[in-house]
């Protein structure tokens, strides 16, 4: 299948919502590693026959590459003292393994191994994240002035990606309900909740123990057609603790866990 098979389908708009910053990228996509046609909101499959090339498999490559680098961050975490890093990190370290939360979960941290609630994790995004969180050192206090991705270095490119799969998902989501079921919700992630500041709902979760989040959500307003809306502020000195992929997919992470552990 050719990649303008697809384009001709999209509005060629590159308006991002499939995840993708162009309209021929998906496409192409698409076309040579099976991309799922659907995450673009209005492309037209009629008579659709859907037959993606063999040959490279781009999802394949990213997983390798991120084994790789999982490699890579062991390496280059196996020579630390763990011990020395509790306070930097808020963690805790028994029998040379740190111990602190992420998300609601428990993380444990060997020189060998990463289990998340005594589980390996099933996605190498987030040994990615943790050891990224270890091997960065943390030691500063998060700063108390927060600020959205648009406002973080080098960020511009990841904006699109944090509206699509956290933003969107959790204003969707959390639309017309109450602060009790916002508040129920956002303790799967150990997140706590307050009507105080300019949203309506306010809800501050620490992903992991030197990097909290704030999630302000404005419910939608029928009456003046607002939407519903969520923005996720980070501290200031975010990238003190961590690297722009991992920071955006920290955040992607929170808002799967929030709906998914909701029963939705």
């Known amino acids: 299948m050719n990649p303008h098979d697809i384009l001709k389908r999209v509005p060629k708009t590159n308006c991002g919502k499939c995840g993708y910053p162009a309209c ?10 099976g991309e799922d046609p659907h995450k673009c909101p209005y492309i037209d499959l009629t008579d659709f026959k859907f037959s993606p090339d063999s040959g490279t ?8 590459h991120d084994l ?26 028994a029998n040379d393994c740190l111990h602190f939360s992420y998300l609601g979960q428990q993380v444990m941290v060997s020189k060998s191994t990463l289990l998340i609630n ?3 994790p099933e996605d190498p995004r987030d040994q990615i994240l943790i ?8 030691g500063k206090t998060p700063a108390t002035d927060w600020i959205g991705l648009e406002s973080v270095p080098n960020a511009i490119s990841k904006i699109r990606t944090l509206a699509t799969y956290c933003e969107e998902k959790l204003a969707t989501f959390f639309t017309a309900k109450t602060k009790d079921d ?15 500041g300019s949203a309506d709902i306010v809800a501050l979760v620490p992903v992991l123990p030197q990097i909290p989040q704030q999630i302000l959500f404005w419910d939608e307003d029928q009456d003046d057609g607002f939407a519903a809306k969520v923005k996720v502020l980070y501290p200031a000195n975010v990238m003190d ?6 920071l955006v997919f920290s955040s992607e992470r929170l808002a799967e866990l929030i709906i998914d552990g909701s029963g939705h």
């Open 68 to 93: 790789k680098l999982i490699r890579y961050l062991k390496d280059k975490i196996r020579p630390l003292d763990f011990s020395s890093l509790t306070i930097p990190l808020q963690a805790t370290c």
């Open 57 to 64: 498999d781009l999802k394949q490559l990213g997983n390798e």
């Open 182 to 196: 916002i508040s129920k919700f956002c303790k799967i992630v150990d997140g706590t909740v307050t009507t105080e």
């Open 24 to 33: 021929l990228a998906f496409a192409a996509n698409v076309a040579k590693s």
């Open 131 to 138: 050891y990224n969180y270890i091997h960065f050192g943390g």
């Open 241 to 246: 603790y961590l690297d722009i992929e991992s």
């Open 118 to 120: 005594d589980k390996e």
